[in-house]
């Protein structure tokens, strides 16, 4: 769970006399939001999303529809794109949930990839919903079971345990602190090829624990 | 399983793409109504016969087209962008950063006289301008991402010091050392042997899945294609005529032309009987004969109608993905297809010839290349004399009338086994008979009956035939010179032999340049039979041929063999086409045959480990087959050094069956074990553990 292996490798990207209308026709096309600007060698300059394509109207207000028409025409994303040294940027070494937060912290839609000073690839928000789609098994057949355990050592290994016990595996997993109670732990597990009512009565019997939600995934 | 994420469009979209090339008789469009896209990850292979516009396309993609060609018409693009209209300066940057080509001869990529070092280090600092130590360090770890062995003294060594499998590796990490977004590659493996060509496919395989790169694959191999592409086009006379998924296309192709390819490529897995090829008649049309307002399939397809004659098939969608040119895709059955009269000769069973005296009979033939020593005592004649022992310890028999087929890869003395017996090289020890004459004399001393006796049909038509001189002088020449008809019948004579091989009496009086490859190679085989051999040697006679004319070639040697009784031996270095055409199967590994037999027993188990490895890398056009996985690792060894014991043992995959991962290789030469009377095998493994192997390929 790398950077590098939910990343987008060769992205869409742009050059910095690309002119606006150009680049919105691309991203249009290729259904993107975010276009590196690159020189030569795929040398980041520059980044531009969507948001920074809206001119503010002000900027317009004082010209005619003809004045309009070549303000426009001469604008290109080099005019309009975030400067290198403000585009915040990640490694593909480094683990998902880093970048994350990186993104988090900033309240921004996209990393850009880098090798040096290369763009190797791109990371967006959309890559970690995948992601923590993946982590949970959401893609695939089953039954989801989510299990509450106190906040101590060896419960999860009891839950394992007993799935284990009866020879079935886990396909995925996830846990996180109760929401607003520090004392337990919210245990998401996915079990395929399992009868429901089986699953349910094995994790019923552990003690301490308590099955909060059980449901089939199609 | 992941979804697609990022950038749904697909990273190459072409739309009625339209190229066209000046010449003298005006704009002439080589390629047009080209549509296909390729996605991140995907191979599209495109496949057709020579002169389809397959290399159009590819370098129509990225402008090379040369001064006198461009693109006329449609849209291309790359990852949403249009390339067509771009500036030569835009495109270079574009080809520099984002789309990368390989091509089938990778010496011709190369710089001979730069290091591999050099040249993979000069990619890295002048277009992304890495300091040269990082640049270097980069170079090495792609070397060994494309399972370079010793990268980092390769790095050192000159393109020609390194093998050709090699080469073609060095130029894949050259093309994804810039890690681009499409890959264009056109014929990357039909230069190489086929145990090379199958390394090498696998590594784009793996490639693909790391780099997520888009590849598009240009090759005639459908064999090939079965084995790397995900996505398929079929191109015909500069058209797409269908398009679709890899086992779409193999399991019920839709348009005649596609259905007629695959009749014609030789398939490993069936047996003999069920491997008749048929040809398509006829042959693909130059550009400015297509037909126009018409099918362009037409004049060559068995299903066609007034309707194909008068109207253009578009594309159409039969199944989500799946599209074919041909206005009845719906309503023809290929299972219910009957070649046309006199397209397929009649294959009499050709029983008979066993238990006859054979024809050719050679024990223990060797032939040696002398090699000049580099020590100083060799200049006054008193170095120790090196030699390249290229045919060693050769035995084998073929009976009147049946084929012998020899494979082998290249540099394993098939075609100087070949020369030997023709009398082109002379033998150095060892007993070769003819109809009982002793052949060890060079052909210079050979009685000019015995030269009549012995013909032969080489792989390169091209050069086997004088330019200068009519097709009919050259056919009559062996019939003059052998007096095999009086001299007033000459003319007769030849236009008897050009029916033969399928060409009209008005052939006589053209020049070779005016013929095909296919017709060239039908005049070499006139020739050949011209004096009415016993015993023909045809050294790959249809490796440079396409596969229609291939299958058409290939039919006819067997139909001329019926006819005369003529033995064969057959060279190739294509074991499916061995397999169609030979009784017997010969396969040669560094001058030794390590195992021969009747062709049947060759293809099943107990297999020679050479001979399993070969069959395991021949591409099979079938996606469902499943064949095991042998790679054979290096080059064959230098014969001026052949390994000690048994001279496969440095590459045998299966030396491990034998006590102390068998020591006895390198020690002992190899007994001959007999399976049957006729089929035997060089090898220490014990016959029973041999015969308990699977067989390589096994088709659903």
């Known amino acids: ?155 999860l290994a009891k839950l394992i345990g007993a799935i284990a016990d009866n020879g079935w595996g886990i396909y995925a997993s996830g846990g996180v602190q109760t929401p607003k109670d520090p004392s337990h732990w919210d245990c998401v597990i996915k079990v395929r090829n399992v009868p429901q009512a089986e699953l349910v009565a094995v994790l019923e019997r552990i003690e301490g624990q308590k099955l909060i939600d059980v449901r089939q995934q199609h | 399983m992941t979804m697609k994420r990022h950038g749904h469009a697909p990273i190459l979209k072409l739309r009625n793409a339209a190229i066209s090339y000046e010449t003298r008789y005006g704009d002439i469009e080589a390629v047009r109504n080209v549509s296909f896209q390729v996605d991140r990850a995907e191979t599209f292979g495109v496949v057709g016969e020579s002169g389809c516009g397959k290399s159009t396309v590819a370098f129509g993609i990225v402008d090379f087209l040369g ?390 049909v080489f792989q390169n038509p091209d050069s086997t035939m004088n330019p200068s001189y009519n097709v009919g002088h050259q056919i009559g020449r062996p019939l003059r010179r052998f007096n095999v008809v009086p001299s007033d019948q000459v003319r007769d004579e030849v236009v008897r032999l050009l029916r033969a091989v399928r060409l009209d009496a008005s052939y006589c009086d053209r020049l070779p340049r005016q013929l095909s490859g296919g017709e060239k190679q039908r005049v070499g085989i006139a020739r050949a039979f011209a004096s009415r051999p016993d015993l023909v040697l045809c050294d790959e006679p249809v490796s440079a041929l396409d596969v229609s004319v291939q299958a058409a070639v290939l039919n006819l040697l067997m139909e001329i063999q019926q006819e005369y009784g003529t033995t064969m031996m057959f060279i190739a270095h294509d074991l499916s086409v061995v397999r169609f055409f030979s009784d017997y199967v010969a396969v040669m590994y560094l001058g030794h045959i390590v195992e021969i037999g009747p062709a049947e027993d060759i293809y099943a188990p107990p297999y020679q480990p050479y001979t399993e490895a070969l069959l395991s890398a021949v591409p099979i056009p079938d996606p469902t087959a499943e064949q095991k996985h042998i790679r054979l690792h290096g080059t064959v060894p230098s014969a001026l050094n052949p390994p000690s014991g048994c001279v496969f043992h440095t590459r045998c995959p299966r030396r491990d069956l034998l006590p102390d991962g068998g020591k006895i290789c390198e020690q002992d030469v190899p007994p001959w074990q007999h399976n049957s009377d006729e089929h035997r095998i060089m090898c220490h493994i014990p016959l029973e553990e041999l015969r308990k192997m699977d067989p390589v390929v096994t088709s659903r």
């Open chain 1, 1 to 155: 769970m790398f950077v590098r292996d939910y990343m987008t490798r060769h992205p869409v990207m742009g050059d910095p006399t690309m002119s606006i209308v150009e680049a919105q026709g691309i991203m249009a096309e290729t259904s993107v939001r975010h276009l590196p600007v690159v020189e030569t060698g795929k040398q980041l300059v520059g980044l531009v999303t969507r948001q920074r394509m809206r001119i503010p109207p002000t900027d317009l207000a004082s010209l005619n529809v003809w004045e309009i028409t070549r303000f426009l025409s001469n604008l290109t994303l080099q005019d309009v794109m975030v400067k290198r040294d403000a585009v915040i940027t990640i490694e593909p070494d480094v683990a998902l949930e880093e970048a994350a937060q990186v993104m988090t912290r900033h309240r921004i839609g996209c990393l850009p990839v880098m090798d040096g000073n290369t763009v190797i690839g791109i990371i967006t928000e959309i890559d970690m919903m995948a992601q923590l789609t993946d982590l949970l098994g959401g893609r695939t057949p089953g039954i989801r079971a989510t299990v509450r355990m106190p906040n101590r050592k060896g419960e």
């Open chain 2, 67 to 456: 001064p006198n060609g461009k693109i006329v018409g449609g849209s291309i693009k790359f990852q949403g962008r249009e390339l067509i209209g771009r500036s030569q300066e835009e495109l270079r940057k574009l080809r520099g950063d984002q789309i990368s080509m390989v091509y089938q001869d990778p010496m011709q990529a190369l710089n001979p006289s730069v290091t591999i070092g050099d040249q993979l280090t000069e990619v890295l600092t002048v277009h992304r301008g890495i300091a040269k130590k990082e640049a270097r360090g980069k170079s090495i770890r792609m070397l060994e991402r494309v399972y370079m062995p010793d990268p980092a003294n390769v790095m050192e060594r000159y393109p020609h010091q390194i093998s050709g499998g090699q080469q073609q590796r060095v130029v894949i990490a050259m093309a994804l050392l810039n890690n681009p977004a499409l890959l264009i590659m056109d014929e990357p493996t039909t230069a190489l042997d086929v145990t090379v060509e199958a390394v090498v496919l696998d590594l784009i395989e793996d490639l693909k899945h790391d780099f997520d790169t888009a590849i598009v694959y240009i090759t005639h191999d459908l064999g090939v294609v079965a084995r790397v592409c995900n996505r398929v086009g079929v191109m015909y006379a500069g058209e797409m005529v269908e398009v679709g998924s890899v086992e779409a296309i193999y399991d019920a192709p839709q348009h005649p032309y596609t259905q007629g390819l695959m009749r014609c490529v030789p398939k490993l897995g069936s047996t003999k009987e069920s491997s008749i090829l048929y040809p398509i008649r006829g042959r693909v049309p130059a550009p400015k004969d297509r037909p126009e307002g018409a099918c362009i399939f037409a004049p060559r397809c068995d299903y066609s109608t007034d309707r194909c004659h008068n109207e253009k098939p578009q594309l159409r969608e039969l199944s989500p993905g799946h599209s074919a040119r041909c206005f009845y895709s719906e309503t023809i059955d290929p299972s219910t297809w009957r070649p046309p009269d006199g397209l397929v000769p009649e294959f009499a069973s050709r029983a008979g010839g066993n238990g006859q005296e054979p024809i050719i009979r050679l024990k223990d033939l060797k032939t040696y290349y002398e090699q000049e020593s580099r020590s100083v005592l060799s200049l006054v004649g008193l170095g120790e004399k090196l030699y390249v022992k290229a045919v060693d310890d050769v035995s084998l028999q073929v009976p009147p009338g049946k084929t012998l087929g020899v494979v082998g890869e290249s540099g394993c003395g098939k075609s100087t086994l070949a020369k030997t017996i023709i009398g082109l090289e002379t033998p150095r020890a060892g007993e070769a008979q003819f109809l009982g004459f002793d052949i060890t004399v060079p052909v210079s001393e050979r009685d000019v009956k015995l030269i009549e006796e012995l013909q032969m």
